[in-house]
């Protein structure tokens, strides 16, 4: 499917662009080839909508009502069905420059799939298994927002500590890896001690996007003795440059997984049909050539977006308007639908084949990982891509 064919009058995302004929960041969005700001277009809206259509992240955007948001993308659609204001307002995709589309307030990583922690399990013990609290609530940590970029931008190699038979070592990553996930922003705030109820979950989430949370496997495998990842995560996660809303996914909504075990009260769902059917698909580019290595499914996730949020603030810990709650890597159980290449090397123990007939088991400098996301046709996330450059000088 061309990406073109992600973008149609059902999507409509929200995205922050800039050209020569727009050359300060403003919101943006995008209708098969052309890209379009929202400032030019005779819009319906509130008034803080309106200001926020200039701004250089969608933040503002974001923290509006959802009532005002459907004011905006009704009014939008209208717009677009205008071909004169088409041609009047859109830009060739090629000549407009796409940035990081929200300023992060906080990064949190979560662990959605249950096949993913049982191929992981196989991977560094040699058996299946999982976490004792996974069935219970979707575990995550607390990433790094710092290092989040957009797609596109280059994905340095990163240098760290390791160690490989009995001994500790310093340099670059030898197990740089990916990781084929999803993330909500969130655009509602709350206050620090409330707490989110599920059924008003979908209130706080503006949208979502694609997310790499690449990760140097070696690195992460001796700072995780006892606690959590760090510096084997923390050094870039890629975010793609377009936001899809919760309303362009609604007619893609669909069942989750039944539940293992009963769950506490707080992540009881009653909504019938509380995930997406939202396809996945991961490329490793090497010279000229791409290899599909993945293909997976939002639906299979054990917990849904609905569940992060809930999860997150069940403490009293609050959300604030930028934050990117992330699925984690979402997997399947077929060895086509492994969603990192920790899990389909049997944690680099295997190698795997690639279109151009060379074998590798991470990911060499000059490789890059593509990932894709989309609902049928028409409703789409564009790509999500990164190119890995060696380590800086030691």
């Known amino acids: 499917m061309a990406y073109t064919d992600h973008f149609s009058l059902a999507n409509l995302p929200y995205g922050i662009a800039s050209c020569k004929e ?21 819009l319906e809206c509130a008034e803080n909508v309106k200001s926020a259509l200039t701004k250089p992240t969608l933040n503002d955007l974001a923290a509006a009502s959802k009532s005002e948001l459907q004011q905006l993308r009704g009014s939008l659609k209208k717009a677009l069905e205008d071909d004169s204001l088409i041609k009047k307002f859109g830009y060739t995709v090629s000549n407009v420059s796409l940035h990081l589309p929200i300023s992060v307030a906080g990064f949190f990583d979560f662990s959605c799939s249950k096949d993913h922690v049982q191929n992981m ?7 299946k298994g999982m976490p004792p609290s996974f069935l219970h609530y979707p575990v995550g940590y607390t990433g790094t927002s710092s290092s989040i970029v957009v797609s596109g931008t280059k994905v340095q190699r990163p240098l760290g500590v390791s160690m490989a038979g009995g001994s500790v070592s310093f340099g670059p990553t030898k197990a740089m890896d990916y990781e084929l996930e999803l993330a909500a922003i969130i655009g509602k705030p709350t206050n620090l001690g409330d707490s989110v109820a599920l059924e008003d979950a979908d209130d706080h989430i503006f949208g979502l996007v694609l997310l790499n949370d690449w990760s140097a496997r070696d690195i992460q495998g001796f700072e995780m003795k006892p606690l959590g990842p760090m510096n084997g995560k923390s050094f870039c996660t890629s975010i793609s440059p377009w936001v899809v809303p919760l309303e362009a996914l609604e007619p893609f909504e669909t069942v989750a997984p039944a539940k293992e075990l009963a769950v506490s009260s707080f992540l009881s769902e009653t909504k019938e049909k509380p995930s997406y059917d939202i396809q996945l698909e991961a490329e490793l580019v090497r010279g000229e050539k791409s290899t599909t290595i993945c293909k997976s499914n939002v639906s299979w996730m054990y917990w849904t977006f609905r569940d992060l949020v809930a999860q997150h603030t069940v403490n009293g810990c609050n959300l604030n308007t930028g934050d990117l709650l992330a699925t984690g890597t979402v997997s399947g159980a077929g060895d086509d639908a492994h969603g990192c290449l920790a899990e389909m090397t049997k944690g680099g123990k295997v190698q795997i084949e690639l279109a151009d007939g060379s074998q590798t088991t991470y990911l060499q400098d000059g490789d890059g990982i593509r990932m894709t996301a989309y609902c049928g046709k028409g409703v789409g996330f564009g790509d999500c891509t990164g190119f890995i450059t060696p380590s800086r000088s030691v």
Do not use: N, Q
């Open 22 to 42: 727009h050359p300060e960041k403003a919101v943006a969005t995008r209708l098969h080839d052309l890209v379009i700001f929202l400032a030019d277009l005779p």
């Open 121 to 127: 399990e196989e991977a560094i013990f040699g058996k």
